[in-house]
């Protein structure tokens, strides 16, 4: 069954220091991933999918399927970072169903 | 382009009574996704459409929750009898084939 693990969820670090939001996934077909944020109260907006392999805010994410994981990182975190971030799986294949990680809760400290 | 404009933005409502949310989708996008978001479960996939032919309604919880939709413009996610449990953010999504989801701003639930 397609499952998608955050394992964190709360990740709290200082404005300037690394972040990786970790991100496991489990699934039989040829996996597509995606990371979506949150800002408070916002709606969810795409940041990057792996297929793009770009860079989207610093961000970047690079998909590791010996270890089927997708994990978000950043060189240096910005308190404007503070946000909700999805790992989403494409579930669906042709369909193209999302299925969501529960998040984590990314804070950044000034 | 407005983007996947939902209405209402914030509901309350008594148990027991018959809520509507409300979706149009972005012009021109052919699959729409209705998503429930909780602190607990996180975002949960209710239902999604495909060319306003319902693929996959696996994940609406009970038969007190049903959504339609009647065209390309217009979805709507009902909960008849709605419970304090229902209360959620409720989500909408489309896409065109080939691109990404676009989601809508949300319709915070709450049953009281």
């Known amino acids: 069954a397609q499952r998608v693990t955050q394992p964190e969820k709360l990740l709290s670090v200082f404005k300037g220091a690394p972040v990786e939001l970790k991100c496991n996934y489990s699934y039989s077909g040829s996996p597509e991933l995606f990371w979506y944020v949150q800002y408070s109260r916002q709606r969810l907006q795409l940041l990057l999918r792996h297929i793009s392999r770009e860079s989207i805010k610093g961000f970047t994410a690079d998909l590791n399927k010996g270890e089927t994981s997708f994990h978000l990182k950043k060189p240096f975190a910005q308190e404007e970072d503070s946000a909700m971030y999805y790992c989403?799986?494409?579930?669906?294949?042709?369909?193209?169903?999302?299925?969501f990680g529960k998040g984590t809760l990314l804070t950044v400290n000034p | 382009d407005a983007g996947v404009i939902q209405s209402p933005r914030h509901e309350v409502t008594e148990m027991g009574q018959e809520v509507t949310l409300r979706c149009k989708p972005i012009s021109g996008h052919n699959s729409l996704f209705w998503y429930r978001q909780t602190m607990m479960r996180g975002l949960e996939l209710l239902i999604y459409?495909?060319?306003?032919?319902?693929?996959?309604d696996s994940g609406m919880p009970e038969d007190r929750f049903s959504a339609k939709m009647p065209n390309a413009s217009f979805s709507t996610l009902k909960i008849q009898p709605s419970e304090p449990r229902d209360s959620a953010v409720y989500f909408c999504?489309?896409?065109?084939?080939?691109?990404?989801?676009?989601f809508g701003s949300g319709t915070r639930l709450t049953v009281v």
């Open positions: 459409f495909n060319n306003n032919v319902p693929i996959d």
């Open positions: 989403a799986l494409n579930s669906g294949g042709s369909n193209y169903k999302l299925t």
């Open positions: 999504a489309s896409r065109v084939t080939g691109g990404g989801y676009t």
